[in-house]
């Protein structure tokens, strides 16, 4: 499992939806329109799993991105979810 950030995206309620549906409790808004997300395989695999691409449907547009390093300033819980999920995933 890897971690993702979605943003830059467009029809938010349409991807939130898709977040739902695909990645039940693998997903953690940051702000509207920005998402962070916990997912096997590569940015395309989470991509066309939620409709950006790949399978006729359209959620919008975005950009996905796989974290392999981070540093900042968030609050606690967005920290404790990258944890918990880096740690789930091994890296």
């Known amino acids: 499992m890897g971690v993702f950030v979605i943003f830059r995206t ?3 309620d349409l991807l939130k939806d898709a977040l739902e549906r695909e990645f039940p409790g693998d997903h953690l808004m940051v702000s509207p329109g920005e998402f962070l997300v916990s997912s096997p ?11 950006l691409t790949g399978n006729g449907r359209s ?3 975005g950009i996905i991105v796989r974290i392999h390093d ?3 300033r968030a609050s606690a819980e967005i920290w404790d979810w990258i944890r918990t ?3 789930a995933s091994g890296g």
Do not use: F, H, M, R
């Open 59 to 61: 959620v919008g547009s």
């Open 70 to 72: 981070y540093y900042g």
């Open 85 to 87: 999920k880096a740690e």
């Open 41 to 51: 395989g590569t940015a395309q695999y989470v991509s066309d799993k939620l409709g």
């Open 10 to 12: 467009t029809k938010i």
